[in-house]
Structure formats: C-alpha cells, structure tokens
C-alpha cells in the first residue's frame, strides 16, 4: 500500500509473537502516561522517600556525618521492621495517588469512546487486554514500593554486616508480598472502578473515596453496632495490619484500629474479598458487547 | 470459489432470546453484502463472526476454520469497522492506527509506515496528526476504516460504513469499498439497511428477516439473468414490433407506442437499435427493467413478488 499508489494491499511481511500483544498496550500505556509533565514530575516526587531512606541509611553507618549533625548512634532510631513498616506506608500513599491518577485515564479512554471493541477484534484477549494494562500499573508501583525497599535493605545488610542478613532475612519476603499486595489490590480495584463508572474523574474519586470515605463508613459502623467487625472496611487500618504482621510489629504497637479484637486472617479475607469483586467486576464488564437481557 | 464464511444450524441466544435462529448458508462472494431491517441480527452476526458471542447451537466458519476453536488465529485476518463510534479520542488519527495495527501483530515499524499508507488511502492524510476526538463523523468513519485495513487483512466487516455520512462522503466510502473489493485480496462483508450501498458495491447478498436467513442471492447472477428486460416507448412504429418478433423477442404493446420485451440471451441491444433505424421507429425512451435488489429485498420480506417498478438508475432517453 504504497503512497504514491494509494491503492489497497495486504500485509506479507513478518507478525510479532501473539503472546507479545499485550506488551503493545503496556508501551503505549507508558508513553501516554509520561507524555504529561505533571504526571512524569510526580512519579519522580514519589522517589523521595527512597532518597530520603538512602540517606538515612548513610546516616546511620557514618560516623562522620553523625559527627556534622551532633547526633549520637543511641538518638537515631534503629533500622528494624518497624523502620520498613513506615517506609513502606510512605511510599504506598504516594503509589496510591499515582494509580488513582493513571489508572482511570487508561481504561475509561477506551470505553469512553467504545474502542474495547476494536481491541478484542484483534487477536488480543480479554485476559490480555488487562494484563497489559496492570502491567504499567504494577511496573510503575513496583519501582515506587517494593525494588526501592529492596535496595534499601540490601544497602543496610552491606553497611551492618555482623550477621543482620541472616538475622533479618524474613524482612525480604515480608517487603516483597507487602508490595505485591498493595499492588494487586490497587491495581484491581483501581481497573475495576474505572471499567464500572467509564467516567475518569468520577473513578479517580471512586478510588480515593475507597481509602479515604469507606473507612469512616466502617468505624461509623462498628461503633453504633458495638461490634469490631466494621474495621473491616477501614481499608487503612486492614492494609496496616497486613503489613504490620508481615513486618512483625508487636501487637502492643498496633494502635491502628479496633482489629486486636478481630482474629488475625480476616484483614486477609478483607483484601481479597475486595480483590474478587473486582475481578468480577472486570469479568463482567470488560466485554466488547454490552448484551442486554430480557 | 470456496466459501468464505459458512453458516450451520447457528444459533444464538441472548439471555432468554433468540437472536438468530438455525442460520444455514454459504457465503463465497468477493463483497457480501449483509442486508435487513433494523433489529434482524445483522450486527448480532457480525459480532458472532467476531466471537464476541457464542453460539447456542451450530457453528461459523470463517476460511474454512471453526470462529469459537481458532479465534484468535482468524481475528488476525479480519479488519472490523464497527457500527458505532469506535476510537481512541485523544490519540492523534496515525497512532491510533498504527496501535491498532500493532496490536493486530505488526512490528512497529511496518504500523508505523502501513497506518501512514492506511490515511492516505482513505482521503485523511492531511489530517492523520489531529487528535481523533476533534474529527468529524464523517473522518471518524474513514479513520474507522483506516484501522480496519491498516494490518490487510483478508477479510473485513464493515457494518454500516455509511451511517450518518452526507452525500459526498458515502459515496467516497463506497468508492473506497469498491477499490477494496477490486483488489481481489480481500473479501468484504457490509453490513447496511440501505439497499443502494449493497447494490452498489456487493456481489452477492444475505438478508436476515427477524434473525432468519430470507434469502441469499447472488447478485451478479440476478443482473445478468434480467438485464434483458426492456420497456419501450416509440413514436412512428413502422412494423419495428413485428420485426422485434423475427429476431425472437417476446414482445407485447401496451398503446401509445409503449411496448415490453423480453430480449433472448443472444439478442443485443445494438440490434434493437438498428431495427429502429431500418424502420425509422424513434425511441422516446428506453428503461432497462432488470430485477433490483429491492424488488429481490420485497420479496424476501413478504414472501410475495412485488409489482414491477421502473429503475430510475437504468433509464436511457433518446
């Protein structure tokens, strides 16, 4: 189909690997999302926290540069669980902000103006079509919580030696399936939202009224019916116990909520109830038809 | 010419609803032209040779293959332009496309290049860096066709390329549809409820009647078999009516110098005309009656042959 010609001509040539398709959906997700200078300055904001842990951690292990600050080593807080635990909780607000932002725009775009459609004509499916989409969100999130932390933990382990590696392994884990947790539950619900209001804004508010409304819903709740159980729904407590188990902080320093009434696996059950509804939710409809019944 | 889609006993159910009930045929012609009135599944089987939905019973094959057992290896070779808006609004017109394109497989150069070529070819190269939300519908539709073609397919659905198009652009359209279709490496099935867009463009016609098949016809075959109809008007006949006999001609006079015929395959215009001049009879006028695609449509839809009616399209004054 030359130019010049500008007469009709099939294609001959050589086709992508059909299990590369979604990554086609993740580049153009990238390239939509950074082509917004507010948005690519705030994921560099989002960095801080990381710079900032760097930091301290050079703080710590120098002596040098606790001399210029007048600090003495027993004034500093000690780099434990407790210390990932709050770096963590950092840097997951400043992902939440970053996926209540991007997530909406790309999904409602595409049922805005019914070109869901166009996708799944292709040799794309569903299943494919979101993949895509989570993968930009998962990797932006990813470079936000969990890879930093994991440096951040490596660089310690390197300064302290003397064994805290071995002594401190599970923190590793703990940091990886925290970061996985907050991402597929942010990732999910965030797909879900915008795929259930097609309406960006709307979903974007859905998403922080979630963390930010539900929670006052569920201790509004527990506290007329004198029961715990409304916790459940206080979506920043449920998140901090997960993490607050993962990271091992004892119970005595869980002033989040009421969960030390609730039994430990139901800030489990929480977050992946929320998770299956959204993946309902999507399953339901993420379709290139809408089928009316009756 | 091997069939490009074939129907068996499909059925489809959309909750307790019958869609489109026992459909049974195939389809082999170079553009298809999918006919009936609103609400009659044309859609509905678009979107099945899409698909999107699964049959109740019966199955569709496209090129041979099972639509629901090799889907993805055939949606590869179909282009679709829906029927309702269908774009990414705040892409420009070119990325859109070659997105497109590179989620139908291309690598990203060949996108790159074939959406450019695809922009072109539909009329909108002046536009393809605009914003596709700020186009016009009738852009819309050519940017609609320009992802449908963009990864040259082997097949392309086009369902109802002309809805809200003004006079200028459905022409345009069907032009394109009709070079399309002459490059004999694409097969093209439109979707349409305007007779005249399959008549113009389609070589063979399906028409669904409340999710039935009502016909299938081959369109070329019905214009060669009538094209011999003629309805004449003469002044001064001269005895041209009983010379038409000799040649063969059924012919009848309705007065006024009106006559039908009914031309035998053999018998060509031209001698029509020189029996005229060897009888100084003047043709007044001339309508060639062949049987449309409405009055095949009619008959489809009720069932009964409708009244003969003259195609202003045929008309020849002299």
Partial sequence: ?294 | MPAVIELEDLTLKLGPRTILDRLNGQLSGHCIGLLGPNGSGKSTLINTLLGFYRPAAGRVRIFGQDVQEHRRQLLGQIGYMPETDAFIADMTGVRFVRYMAEISGLPAREAMERAHEAFFYVGLGEARYRKVGTYSLGMKQLAKLAQAVAHGPRLLLLDEPTNGLDPQARTRMLELVREIRDTSEVHVLISSHLLHDIEECCDQVLILKEGHIAAICNLEEERRANLKFLELEVTHENGFLDAIRTLGCECASFGGGRLKIVLPEKIELRQIYQLAAEHTAQIRRMNYRRDSLEDIFLKAMAGTPPPPMPREGANGRL
């Fill in chain 1, 1 to 294: 189909m030359a130019v010049y010609k500008r007469t009709y001509k099939a294609y001959a040539g050589q086709l992508t690997p059909s299990w590369s398709r979604f990554t086609v959906l993740a580049r153009y997700g990238f390239s939509t999302l950074f082509s917004s200078r507010i948005f690519t300055a705030y994921t560099v904001l989002c960095f801080t926290p990381f710079l900032v842990g760097l930091g301290f951690i050079y703080f710590v292990h120098s002596s040098t540069a606790q001399l210029a600050f007048g600090q003495h080593l027993s004034s500093i807080p000690l780099i434990n669980g407790r210390w990932f635990f709050g770096f963590l909780v950092s840097e997951a607000w400043m992902g939440l902000i970053l996926t209540a932002w991007a997530a909406p725009g790309m999904i409602s775009k595409d049922f805005a103006n019914n070109a869901v459609q166009l996708y799944l004509s292709r040799p794309l499916s569903r299943v494919e079509y979101l993949v895509g989409k989570v993968t930009v969100l998962a990797v932006l999130l990813s470079f936000v919580t969990w890879i930093p932390m994991l440096v951040l933990f490596f660089l310690q382990a390197e300064l302290e030696g003397h064994g805290w590696l071995g002594e401190n392994w599970w923190m590793a884990g703990s940091i990886v399936l925290a970061g996985l947790m907050w991402i597929a539950l942010i990732s999910l619900l965030s797909m879900a939202l915008a795929v259930w209001v097609k309406w960006r804004i709307a979903a974007s508010a859905l998403m922080l009224a979630f963390f930010f409304v539900l929670p006052g819903f569920g201790e509004a709740f527990s506290a007329i019916l004198r029961t715990p159980w409304g916790s459940l729904l206080n979506f920043n407590a449920v998140i901090l116990m997960i993490w607050a188990q993962l990271f091992r902080i004892p119970l005595s320093q869980r002033h989040f909520t009421r969960f030390g009434e609730l039994p430990s696996w139901s800030p489990w059950l929480s977050v992946f109830a929320v998770c299956a509804i959204s993946l309902w939710l999507l399953h339901r409809r993420l379709k290139a038809r809408e089928v009316e019944r009756g």
